[in-house]
């Protein structure tokens, strides 16, 4: 690991920080390509980075599920694109947050009211764009408990949607190896 050799004169520190192989447990899921590189893919917590700061999705989603109209909310980050400088052909240029809201049955939600919200309460990089912020037109997935299933929330909302974007950049799809908790 080319991070640091460990917590100076702290042993239980570096137990906790360093697994059995000497790799760093940073909290992030990352694959491991072919060629020995790896992509980072989630996060073992809900949170994320946005221009180097962490934002907590919880707290994006107690603002949003505390407007009358909004049963549930889920939020994480996705790919941002941007277009190169030199080629003009999309890139990936860091990270966005993304909100997708499941309203109440029958109810109006106001997305500029929501996002109004978020600008009002939160500093400016957790605030997601207001076309960042979707109603669902079907519900959430539910555990049998009939909390919301996360895992099922990524493989069904999230994952699609970061495919979407990550096929409107022109470098080839390589297929997805299996992911590993560093």
Same mark, same amino acid.
């Given at each position: 690991?080319?991070?640091?050799?460990?917590?100076?004169?702290?042993?239980?520190?570096?137990?906790?920080?360093?697994?059995?192989?000497?790799?760093?447990?940073?909290?992030?899921?990352?694959?491991?390509?072919?060629?020995?590189?790896?992509?980072?893919?989630?996060?073992?917590?809900?949170?994320?980075? /946005?221009?180097?700061?962490?934002?907590?999705?919880?707290?994006?989603e107690q603002i949003v599920d505390s407007f009358?109209?909004?049963?549930?909310?889920?939020?994480?980050?996705?790919?941002?694109?941007?277009?190169?400088?030199?080629?003009?052909?999309?890139?990936?240029?860091?990270?966005?947050?993304?909100?997708?809201?499941?309203?109440?049955?029958?109810?109006? /939600?106001?997305?500029?009211?929501?996002?109004?919200?978020?600008?009002?309460?939160?500093?400016?990089?957790?605030?997601?764009?207001?076309?960042?912020?979707?109603?669902? %037109?079907?519900?959430?997935?539910?555990?049998?408990?009939?909390?919301?299933?996360?895992?099922?929330?990524?493989?069904?909302?999230?994952?699609? %949607?970061?495919?979407?974007?990550?096929?409107?950049?022109?470098?080839?799809?390589?297929?997805?190896?299996?992911?590993?908790?560093?």
């Amino acid at each position: 690991p080319g991070l640091m050799k460990g917590y100076f004169n702290n042993e239980a520190a570096n137990l906790d920080f360093f697994d059995k192989n000497g790799f760093a447990r940073t909290g992030d899921i990352a694959v491991m390509n072919d060629d020995g590189t790896f992509d980072i893919v989630d996060r073992a917590k809900r949170i994320g980075k /946005v221009l180097g700061y962490q934002v907590y999705f919880v707290e994006l989603e107690q603002i949003v599920d505390s407007f009358e109209g909004v049963a549930r909310s889920y939020v994480d980050i996705l790919p941002r694109l941007d277009k190169d400088k030199d080629t003009g052909q999309l890139k990936i240029d860091g990270e966005m947050i993304k909100v997708w809201l499941q309203p109440k049955p029958g109810a109006t /939600v106001d997305l500029t009211a929501i996002h109004a919200r978020l600008e009002k309460e939160l500093v400016f990089y957790k605030v997601p764009k207001l076309e960042n912020i979707e109603i669902m %037109a079907k519900p959430f997935p539910e555990t049998t408990v009939l909390k919301l299933d996360v895992r099922a929330v990524k493989e069904t909302i999230v994952e699609p %949607a970061r495919a979407a974007i990550l096929a409107k950049v022109s470098t080839p799809a390589t297929k997805a190896p299996k992911p590993v908790v560093a």
